[in-house]
């Protein structure tokens, strides 16, 4: 890609929030990670932005008390 | 053909936790959160006929949780449906970002304020700032950032267009992120911060 086919800030702004949660299609994720490459501005606000997307999916619990899933599975079991 | 009971528990139990997890943070509450969930699985029991897709199990059952959350909170305020429809024109506070307060570009390499921010900040901040987005954020960008489902299954989930999906979660970071600003404030998180790259 040369230097002429840059996004620039302003679209990769735009762009970035579906970037990091990969809903872009390929052809415009590409793009917006080319422009991530050589700008540091973006990429530092695309680094923050994922972390923070990090931050929130670890309070994801995949643990549901004993007591709270034997409720599920006696519940099933009378279906 | 209709999901067998065994392939239903099996799928049931597998996302457990984060059926559990929206319904905590939909209800604020431990004991309605089960009670949430034992009554929406009994309902996506019902209405197994209805899963077109095995491989759509998972927002299939948020649908009907988030239905069944609705309906139930319904019946429980005894208000008219007309109030309970989503309002979201008084909602737009403009921009906010975390990124844009903190970032100091001509910092030397290793300095990163905006980073030493999120670190900083405790589990107990991020769930206070989720808990105080209103509902129909907070069930958005729950589902997206602390459950991981795609636009497209979060559309399915909550029976709304992916373009609402789109500008929901987008307001609702926006607020998340002024809360957490509002939180690290009243930590002292901000002042330590701006102490720390002025020097």
Known sequence: MSETDDVGCEQALKRLVEFVDHELPDSEHDSVEQHLRIC??????????????????ALSTEDVSPTARDRIRNLIKKF | M????????????????????????????????????????TRAWQARASLADAGAFRAWVFRILNNTFISERRKTLARPREELLVDESGDE???????????????????????????????????????????????????????????????????????????????????????????????????????????
Not at chain 2, 11 to 33: M, S, W, Y
Not at chain 2, 176 to 190: C, E
């Open chain 2, 93 to 199: 506070e403009g921009a906010f970002s975390i990124f844009e307060r903190l970032h100091q570009p001509f910092l030397l390499w290793f300095a990163n304020p905006e980073q030493e921010f999120l670190d900083k900040l405790l589990r107990e901040d991020l769930d206070r700032a989720l808990a105080a987005l209103p509902e129909h954020y907070r069930v958005v960008v729950v589902l997206a950032d602390v459950e991981g489902l795609t636009y497209g299954e979060i559309a399915e989930a909550l029976d709304v267009p992916v373009g609402t999906v789109r500008s929901r979660l987008a307001r609702g970071r926006n607020a998340l992120q002024r809360t957490l600003w509002t939180v690290a404030r009243d930590h002292g998180l901000q002042m330590s911060r701006a102490a720390g790259t002025r020097g």
């Open chain 1, 40 to 57: 540091r501005n973006c990429c530092s606000r695309m680094e923050f932005e994922s972390r923070l997307k990090e931050r929130l999916s």
């Open chain 2, 2 to 41: 209709t999901i067998s009971k065994e392939a239903f528990e099996t799928q049931v139990l597998a996302i457990l936790g984060p059926l559990h997890g929206v319904a905590r943070r939909l209800t604020n509450n431990e004991a309605d959160a089960e009670d949430l969930v034992a009554e929406s699985i």
